[in-house]
């Protein structure tokens, strides 16, 4: 049996001493890690939120100025959805051509890219 003067006590509680002590240091060493990785983690994330915001402006500029350039030129849309012989009438498919240096035609939309 130990009793608090026994010098066996005293080993063990110093080697307990060490150990806990060594444990802590761990806990700092990986704490500091996680903090370091935390905050560059949070830096990533503001700089993508800060793309994200400039993109998301550059979208609605993107749509301002197609919607600009589209306002009062539905005849033109009109000749690429459905194009049109010299008479003013429908044009078959064979017949259909995309002038050149026009873009492509956007089945959804009707709007020429």
């Given at each position: 049996?130990?009793?608090?003067d026994?010098?066996?006590?005293?080993d063990?509680?110093?080697?307990?001493?060490?150990?806990?002590?060594?444990?802590?240091?761990e806990?700092?060493?990986?704490?500091t890690?996680?903090?370091k990785?935390?905050e560059a983690?949070r830096?990533q994330?503001k700089?993508l939120?800060?793309r994200?915001a400039q993109?998301?402006e550059q979208s609605?500029?993107?749509r301002?100025?197609l919607r600009?350039s589209?306002?009062?030129t539905p005849?033109?849309?009109?000749?690429y959805?459905e194009?049109?012989?010299k008479q003013?009438?429908?044009?078959?498919h064979a017949?259909?051509?995309?002038?050149?240096?026009?873009g492509?035609?956007?089945?959804?939309t009707?709007?020429v890219l």
């Open positions: 049996m130990l009793y608090r026994d010098q066996g006590y005293r063990a509680f110093t080697d307990m001493s060490v150990l806990f002590h060594e444990v802590l240091e806990i700092r060493a990986v704490n890690q996680l903090r990785e935390s983690l830096s994330a700089a939120r800060e994200q993109l998301l609605v500029t993107a301002r100025h600009q589209l306002r009062g005849t033109k849309i009109q000749q959805v194009p049109r012989n003013g009438e429908p044009a078959s017949s259909c051509t995309m002038p050149p240096g026009r492509f035609l956007d089945d959804t009707g709007i």
